[in-house]
């Protein structure tokens, strides 16, 4: 089979998205399938000279970003000629909305192959500029029912989606829900984990992590002053903070100060320093404004991380409370400081969340998710075999 997917970006940049088709495509090639991916040449602040090239046996094609509008949506128009010139049997489209979305989908109606399509929770708008909204309420209310109607499937990543995409156009008849999964890695134990000691952290010290963009959705700068509060009072916890920079990175460090119980560390890419950085953790944060359906709550999971989430979006439906972690609600810095210390503080509450999110974990297994996935392009080519 041979697979076109199409997404922002994708490997070297770290992006949510891009990850998710990483994951499905290199899992293809190694079942034998062609797998391609078109995405921008924009790294979000530059451009990738590398135009084409493969990564883990996926054949990657890099288009020319004309402009980005509102720092998300990118306009890379040459996507459409080479999905026409590719002769695919499926097209894979990520994130509702943008135009390489529509793109994709006129190439599919053109050579008359199926286009799937995977939303990845977009449905909020807060924390967008004001070009951004206006940019949204058109596009939302002009291409994108365009874009449902010339699409197979339409895979949602949470149930909470599922009338968010009726309002736009989308047929509930075509909606398949499939959970953001993540790599079977995270499930083994790290013999031997240096992280503690590579970034001067007791041994016996406590670890809150977040580990993500330091942008401003993420509420970074909330959890790091609830952590200012926590350590007023006592000086047993560590704070970290992972990610590349979005324009908070600064705001943090100057809410940390000096304190050498703050740790913002440079992004990780090796996914053995990831998983380390999981499994030396006492638990995980992510306060978010928004979020489809983290990545990073499905790693943290694995990793027998309890969590302090916001129950935002997608999020309720895969963690529940007090069995997965600590709801907080979004700018609740007292909630924040208290939810963190409640769970370092009772070890029974802490080892059944682990115990529990060991177990939750197995059923987000990549190989499991890209295998649900294949089955919905095997339905729709099926199904175009029999018109």
Not at 139 to 152: E, G, I, Q
């Amino acid at each position: 089979m041979k697979i076109a997917f199409t997404q922002a970006y994708y490997l070297p940049v770290i992006d949510g998205p891009g990850q998710v088709v990483h994951e499905l495509a290199m899992r293809y090639v190694k079942e034998g399938h062609d797998a391609h991916v078109f995405c921008s040449d924009s790294d979000k602040y530059g451009t990738i000279e590398k135009k084409e090239e493969v990564i883990d046996g996926v054949k990657v094609h890099r288009c020319k970003n004309w402009f980005t509008i509102a720092n998300f949506a990118t306009f890379w128009p040459s996507v459409l000629p080479k999905l026409l010139k590719g002769n695919f049997d499926i097209i894979h489209s990520h994130v509702s909305g943008h135009s390489y979305v529509l793109f994709s989908a006129i190439a599919s109606r053109i050579k008359k192959v199926p286009h799937i399509h995977t939303t990845h929770c977009c449905w909020t708008s807060g924390y967008r500029s004001f070009g951004g909204k206006v940019a949204v309420w058109i596009v939302y209310r002009t291409f994108l029912p365009w874009m449902f109607k010339w699409t197979d499937r339409i895979i949602a990543i949470t149930p909470w989606e599922i009338n968010e995409i009726q309002k736009r156009g989308g047929k509930k008849e075509k909606i398949r829900v499939i959970p953001n999964g993540m790599n079977e890695i995270f499930f083994k134990k790290i013999k031997k984990n240096n992280f503690r000691k590579e970034h001067d952290i007791p041994p016996k010290a406590k670890i809150a992590l977040f580990f993500g963009r330091l942008n401003p959705t993420k509420g970074v700068d909330k959890l790091a002053l609830a952590e200012k509060e926590i350590l007023k009072t006592r000086k047993d916890i560590h704070f970290v903070f992972v990610g590349p920079d979005e324009g908070m990175l600064q705001p943090l460090k100057e809410i940390a100060g000096n304190d050498k119980n703050f740790h913002i560390l440079e992004p990780i890419r090796n996914r053995k320093k990831i998983a380390e950085m999981y499994q030396a953790a006492d638990l995980y944060c992510l306060p978010s404004y928004r979020e489809g359906l983290p990545l990073t709550m499905f790693e943290a999971m694995a990793s027998g991380n309890p969590l302090v989430m916001t129950p935002v979006n997608g999020v309720p439906y895969e963690m529940k409370e007090p069995e997965n972690g600590l709801f907080v609600k979004y700018g609740d810095v007292d909630g924040l400081a208290k939810a963190i210390t409640r769970i370092i503080d009772d070890k029974k509450l802490a080892a059944g969340m682990r115990k529990n999110n060991l177990k939750r974990a197995k059923q987000y297994d990549w190989n499991l998710i890209a295998k649900r996935i294949m089955e919905i392009y095997k339905e729709v080519l099926g199904a175009k075999a029999k018109r």
